[in-house]
C-alpha cells in the first residue's frame, strides 16, 4: 500500500471503513448489472409501458449509438487514455458516407469510407498519443475542435438531405424483428469482447495500461498498441457516424455533439477504470443501458428534460463514488 | 578556535532507531558532530546512513532516541523544526524550480517586498549578496537556475542554507554529479564553512574524498554503527582506508548460496565498447554458456544502465554486442526478447508487474505469441505452461487468476523469472533479482537462478549484496564511474577487495605501492 492510501485509509474513521469495504464486497459480486435490474424494476413500477417489447427495442436502439462510441472508448481508457473527439469522428464519418454515396460511390464503398474516414481519424489521434508521447485528452480535445470544422465544411455549413441513401438500412431496418442498429451494436460487442478478452493484442492491452513500462521491458510494441486502439475506437465512432446518417438520411454537421461525454459516462458507469488497466467492454454495455433506460423511463415518467439531466448527472457520480469507494474499501482490508 | 568549545558536540544523536516494515534500518544509533569539523559518513548502500541523515533533517521522525543541539534535546519533526534549529541538507537530488531564476529560488518563502509588491531589485542585490558569502560570484542571480550545471545549483543551494545561518550543513554524495573542478570549488567552500566553526557532515562513497576532506570517519554497516575513526587526533598516516574499508564489509558470508561446481561452455555473450554516449561505458566483457557473472559496484556506478543498453531499454551510442558469435542490434526491448536477450528489470512494481492482471498474464506477457494462432490465444496451452513454471519454481498462488499484486514479493519475482524462462533467452539479464524478497525466498531465487545457468543460458546478473554476488557467481565485474575497473574470479575474490575497488581505494594505493617499491 503506497503512502497517500495510508493518509486517506486512517482519516476514514474504522466503521465507515468497514461498511464501505462490504459494500465493495457486494458491487464486486453482482456489479453494475443489478443496479440495471433494479432500475428497470423501478421504472416498471412507475411507468407501465416501460416492459413492453416495443418499448425495450426502443431503448436498444436508442443506445445503440452510444454503445458503439463507448465499446471503441473503453478499449482506448483500458490503455490509460482518452478520446474527447468520438463524437466529431461521428459526424465526420456521417459527412463523408453521404457525400461518397451522393457523388455515386456504390453505397457498400460509401458506408466503408465512413468508417475508414474514422479509422483514419483515429490513427491521427493514435500518432499523436504514441509516437509524439502527447497527452491524449489534449490531442483529442484539439481534433475534436478541427473534425468539428472539417464536418462543416465539407457540407459549407448546411446538412445535406439524402432521402435515397442506399445503406439507410444499417440505420433503419430490422434483422428478424430487431433493428439493425441494435444487431450491429450486439456483433460490435462480441467483436470487443473477443478482442479484449481472447487475443494476444487484447492482454498487450491491459498491459499497456496497467504499467505502461513494464509493458515496454516486457517486450511489447506499446506505441503500436496505442495506434491501434485509436484507429479501432475511430473506426467504431466512424461505424456508429454511418448508422446516424442511415437514420436520419443526412449528413448532418451537428451530429454527434457532446456525445463523447455519453460514451466516457457510459465506460465509467462500466466499471472500467479511467486510471487505465482494469475494465470490460461488457460493463460498458450495462453502463449504456443504464443511461438508455433512465433516459426513456423519464421521459415516459413525464419528467421534464432538465431534470432528467440532473438526474443523469448525479446516478453518473455516485457509480463513480461507489466504484471508487470499492477499490477504496479494498485496500482498507 | 579554542578547545573547549571544539570538543562540545554541537549535534549529538542518542540511541535512535528507526524501523520500516521487517527491516531495521537503524538500530541504538550514538554519533556526535562537534563545531569545526568534517564528519565523513561511509557504508555500503543501505547500511542506515541515508535514514540517520533523514532523521536528522526531521523528514522521518525515529521510533526512540534522542537528537540534541548544542546540549538540548530538541524535536525533529518536520522539515521546518530542522531549519529552526539551524541544520541544512543539501540532498543528493537538488530541490530547485528549475524554470525560476537564481534570485527567486534563494528568496523562496521569504520574498522581499514592498507593500504588496515583490521587491524584485531588493531580491536580486539580496542573492548577490548570498552568493558572494559562499564566493560563487560568477552566478548571475537572474538566470534560471535549470540553466545552470549542477554543480552551480549546488552552488546556489549551499549559499542558500548559509544565508540562512545554519550550524550544522549536510551533504549527501555532493560530488555524484560534479565535474573534476566543480568538485575542487565544493572543497574549498567545505573548508571555508568548517573554518567558520559550522559542523558538517559528509556522506560519500569516493574513499579518496573522505580522505582529504574529514576530520573523523564514521562507518556503518547493516543499521548499526560500527565505529568512528579520529584522524585528526590520531594524524592521517594512523589510519588507512583498508581499515575503514574491513569496517564497511566486515561480516560473514553463510552457505545460503550453496556454491558448487559449474561446467562453463563457449562464450555466448560478447560485448565490446558499449557505450551510451556519456557517463556510462566504454564495457568490454564475455558471458559463457552456463556461467554466472555478477556486476557489482556502488549505487550510480552504472551498473544497470549497462544491462539495459544490452536490452535495448535505453540507446546504444556505440560498441558491438554479440549473441552466440554474431554481431547484434537491439532496437528496443521487444527486439531483445526476440534476439534471445531477457531482462528481470530493478523494480519489480514499476518495471516489471501488471498488478490488477493475472498471474497468468504476468507469466506469459512477454511470449503471448506463442500461445496464440493468428493472435488469438490458446487458453489451454497457456495455462498447462505456465502451471509447470510455477510448479518447477515452486511459486505459491492460490490460482492462475488472481491478480498478481495479492502475491508476495517472493512469488512476485518468481513469476517474472517466470516470464523470463518462457522466453527461453541466450543471455538473461537479471537487475538486483532478491530486492525486497524474504530470506527464504531468497534461497528459492538462488536455486533458480542456478538451474537457469545450468541449461546453459548466460546470466548476468547485477546486484548490491555483495555476499550474494560472491556467493552465486563464477566471476565478478566491478564497475565505478561507468566502467568496470575489476574482474575477478568470485572464489578467490573478498568483500575487502571488491569494495576497494568499488570506492577507488585501490586505483588510488596502486601508484603508491609501485612507487615504494624498489
Partial sequence: ?333 | MDQVLEDSPLLEVRGISKRFGATQALSDVSFDLRPGEVHALMGENGAGKSTLMKIIAGTYSPDSGSIHMMGNQIVMASPRDAMTAKVGIIHQELNTFPEMSVAENLAVGNEPTTSFMLNRRKMISDAREKLERVGAVNIDPRTPIGRLSVGMQQMVEIARAVAEDVKVLVLDEPTAALSMSESKQLFGLIHQMRDRGMGLIYISHRMEEVWELADRVTVFRDGKLVGTKDMRAAGRDAVSPNDIVRMMVGRDVDDLYGREERELDKVRLEVRDLTDGGAIGPVSFDVRAGEIVTMVGLIGAGRTEVGRLLYGADKVAAGTISLDGRQIRVRNPGDAVAKGIGMLPESRKDQALFLEMSVRDNTAMSTLGAFSTFGVLNFRRMKSKVDEIFTSLRVRAASQSIESRSLSGGNQQKLVLGRLMLEKPALMILDEPTRGVDIGAKSEIYRIIKEIAATGTAVLVISSDLPEALGISDRLLVMREGRIVAEMDAQSATEEVVMEHATGVYADQNPRMTHEQP
Fill in chain 1, 1 to 333: 500500500m503506497s503512502s497517500p492510501d495510508i493518509a486517506a485509509a486512517s482519516a476514514v474513521p474504522q466503521k465507515t471503513r468497514s461498511i464501505l469495504a462490504q459494500m465493495g464486497f457486494w458491487w464486486d459480486k453482482v456489479g453494475i448489472f443489478a443496479v440495471l435490474v433494479l432500475l428497470c424494476i423501478f421504472m416498471s413500477i412507475m411507468a407501465p409501458y416501460f416492459l413492453s417489447i416495443d418499448n425495450g427495442l426502443n431503448v436498444a436502439r436508442s443506445v445503440s449509438i452510444n454503445a458503439i462510441l463507448a465499446a471503441g472508448m473503453t478499449m482506448i481508457i483500458i490503455t490509460g487514455g482518452i478520446d474527447l473527439s468520438v463524437g466529431s469522428i461521428l459526424a465526420v464519418s456521417g459527412v463523408t458516407g453521404v457525400l461518397l454515396f451522393v457523388a455515386g460511390v456504390p453505397s457498400p464503398l460509401a458506408l466503408l469510407g465512413g468508417v475508414a474516414a474514422g479509422a483514419l481519424a483515429g490513427f491521427i489521434n493514435g500518432a499523436f498519443v504514441a509516437w509524439l508521447a502527447l497527452p491524449a485528452f489534449i490531442v483529442t480535445l484539439g481534433s475534436m475542435t478541427y473534425l468539428r470544422g472539417i464536418a462543416y465544411s465539407l457540407l459549407e455549413g448546411q446538412p445535406l438531405i439524402s432521402s435515397d441513401l442506399g445503406y439507410r438500412a444499417i440505420g433503419n431496418g430490422a434483422v428478424a424483428g430487431i433493428p439493425t442498429p441494435v444487431v450491429v451494436m450486439v456483433v460490435v460487442y462480441l467483436v470487443f469482447w473477443f478482442i479484449l478478452e481472447r487475443t494476444k493484442f487484447g492482454r498487450h492491452v491491459y498491459a499497456v495500461g496497467g504499467n505502461m513500462e513494464a509493458a515496454r521491458l516486457a517486450g511489447i510494441n506499446v506505441k503500436k498498441v496505442l495506434l491501434a486502439v485509436y484507429t479501432i475506437g475511430g473506426a467504431a465512432a466512424g461505424l456508429a457516424g454511418i448508422i446516424f446518417s442511415a437514420r436520419v438520411l443526412s449528413a448532418q454537421p451537428t451530429a454527434g455533439q457532446s456525445y463523447e461525454l455519453d460514451a466516457i459516462a457510459a465506460v465509467v458507469l462500466g466499471g472500467t477504470s479511467l486510471m487505465g488497466g482494469r475494465g470490460r467492454v461488457i460493463g460498458t454495455l450495462v453502463g449504456a443501458l443504464i443511461i438508455g433506460v433512465l433516459t426513456n423511463g423519464l421521459v415516459l415518467m413525464n419528467v421534464p428534460f432538465f431534470y432528467q439531466l440532473i438526474v443523469k448527472g448525479v446516478v453518473i457520480v455516485i457509480a463513480v463514488a461507489i466504484d471508487s469507494l470499492r477499490r477504496f474499501g479494498k485496500s482498507g482490508t
